[in-house]
């Protein structure tokens, strides 16, 4: 007998996943087993992912779900990794537990560098391993060096094609496959969601009704991009752009842990300029909104949800707050930086402020930035990051670079070398101590 565990965390991973088994993207096998976690800082407050409106629909593609949060309690899904001795022991208790016996498992995992993913594979030695993208962030390189035991091992990049042209940099030193998800698969498992949410009914008038803007909130403050006054603001702005583009009704569909007084603030800037506005009081996936309101537009900063609109749905949106977040993401090869970049380079700006214009050649950028973050990781993307920088460095494309960093790296656009022999062998003492320290 053979069994494949697929993990995920979120409802978009499962839908995710519902789509690619939907779409023949696995082998048959005799079982297959839905591993689920909760990895909300306190789990015990949120909802489970088999419990969330909409999962009774995708579990009947596996023959058992399991809960990764049961299985290590007390222990934090997200802070728990066993000692290096205890792992074999580890691997007994779960087949035990599991009724896996001896046969061989085939692991399909999301976030692959952080646990509870990372825990899952470590605890499995010896099976191959699967990656499916969670967003934007598969466009970006890997966020931290993986063990080889682990990195090896892993067979395939899944994705969705959001950005049609960019070809993910995500796990690409282990030679992982990137292998394309259909859409319209994942349309398809939308549609199940929408179609079977049992609380239909009780969605408000305005999330009915077509035509309305939609914005997304990300909860910003919580990850250390933004303070709380400044990710507020930044909804505040949001209602305001959509008011001046002629939207009156506006949904605004908040993360599910984001304080309830910024939604009340939203109310009352909406109420001043006018509009109506509905903040939806229950998670629901953005994808099944899309299919259910279709919004006349659908604005953020740079959740993935943007292009899952703009890319699946044929939606108009657009983006907001992303060229000071490129300035201040720290450090540089910080994991956000790249859907950022996409958002801030390939979608228009919701206030109209931004004019800077198109930028050349996302396939190229997304190279130079990549090397940019992890020049350990990826040497083989320098020539590609020389010629982009070479060809296209401008005020419009200087944004996704740190000068300091091109200089640190040799590349275009840094600052040039002093003539003084001494001083220049001094200088690039320091730039090769600075690249050690860097380390990724």
């Known amino acids: 007998m053979s069994t494949q565990i697929f993990y995920a965390s979120t409802l978009y991973g499962a839908v995710t996943l519902a789509a690619a088994l939907d779409s023949g993207c696995f082998a048959p096998a005799d079982r297959r087993l839905l591993l689920v976690a909760t990895t909300a800082a306190v789990p015990e407050t949120a909802v489970p992912l088999d419990r969330m409106p909409g999962f009774e629909r995708l579990r009947g593609r596996f023959d058992a779900v399991l809960s990764w949060n049961d299985t290590i309690a007390p222990l934090h899904p997200a802070g728990w990794a066993p000692r290096p001795d205890d792992v074999p022991l580890w691997e007994r208790h779960?087949?035990?537990?599991?009724?896996?016996?001896?046969?061989?498992?085939?692991?399909?995992?999301?976030?692959?560098?952080?646990?509870?993913?990372?825990?899952?594979?470590?605890?499995?030695?010896?099976?191959?391993?699967?990656?499916?993208?969670?967003?934007?962030?598969?466009?970006?390189?890997?966020?931290?060096?993986?063990?080889?035991?682990?990195?090896?091992?892993?067979?395939?990049?899944?994705?969705?094609?959001?950005?049609?042209?960019?070809?993910?940099?995500?796990?690409?030193?282990?030679?992982?496959?990137?292998?394309?998800?259909?859409?319209?698969?994942?349309?398809k498992v939308v549609d199940e969601l929408a179609e079977d949410?049992?609380?239909?009914?009780?969605?408000?008038?305005?999330?009915?009704?077509?035509?309305?803007?939609?914005?997304?909130?990300?909860?910003?403050?919580?990850?250390?991009?933004?303070?709380?006054?400044?990710?507020?603001?930044?909804?505040?702005?949001?209602?305001?752009?959509?008011?001046?583009?002629?939207?009156?009704?506006?949904?605004f569909k908040p993360h599910p842990v984001a304080p309830a007084s910024w939604s009340r603030a939203l109310e009352r800037e909406a109420e001043a300029l006018g509009a109506e506005?509905?903040?939806?009081?229950?998670?629901?996936l953005a994808e099944v909104l899309f299919?259910?309101?279709?919004?006349?537009?659908?604005?953020?900063?740079?959740s993935t949800a943007l292009f899952t609109a703009s890319g699946f749905y044929g939606l108009p949106v657009a983006r907001l707050g992303?060229?000071?977040?490129?300035?201040?993401?720290?450090?540089?090869?910080?994991?956000?930086?790249?859907?950022?970049?996409?958002?801030?380079a390939l979608l228009p700006d919701l206030e109209g402020v931004d004019r800077s214009g198109e930028v050349p050649d996302p396939a190229g950028l997304l190279d130079a930035v990549g090397f940019a973050m992890q020049p350990r990781l990826r040497p083989d993307l320098r020539p590609a990051a020389e010629r982009y920088l070479a060809a296209h460095l401008s005020p419009r494309t200087h944004r996704y670079f740190k000068r300091r960093r091109l200089t640190v790296l040799g590349l275009p656009g840094g600052l040039p070398l002093p003539r003084n022999a001494v001083t220049r062998r001094l200088a690039r003492r320091a730039r090769h101590l600075q690249r050690a320290a860097l380390g990724r």
């Open 322 to 344: 992303t060229a000071p977040l490129l300035d201040r993401l720290a450090p540089y090869q910080n994991s956000n930086r790249v859907p950022v970049t996409i958002a801030d």
């Open 197 to 251: 949410d049992p609380r239909a009914e009780d969605v408000p008038r305005a999330e009915a009704e077509e035509g309305a803007a939609l914005l997304l909130g990300q909860y910003l403050s919580a990850l250390g991009i933004l303070s709380p006054a400044e990710e507020e603001d930044l909804h505040l702005r949001m209602v305001r752009g959509a008011v001046a583009r002629g939207h009156r009704r506006i949904v």
């Open 94 to 187: 779960l087949r035990l537990l599991w009724g896996l016996g001896e046969e061989p498992v085939e692991l399909v995992v999301e976030s692959l560098q952080v646990a509870p993913a990372l825990t899952v594979v470590q605890l499995f030695p010896d099976a191959p391993i699967d990656v499916y993208a969670d967003g934007l962030m598969s466009y970006g390189p890997t966020r931290d060096k993986l063990d080889p035991l682990v990195g090896e091992r892993v067979r395939r990049l899944l994705h969705l094609e959001l950005v049609p042209g960019l070809r993910p940099l995500l796990l690409a030193e282990f030679g992982a496959v990137p292998e394309v998800v259909p859409a319209e698969a994942f349309r």
């Open 291 to 302: 299919r259910r309101l279709r919004p006349a537009l659908v604005a953020g900063c740079f």
């Open 277 to 284: 506005l509905t903040v939806l009081g229950r998670p629901v």
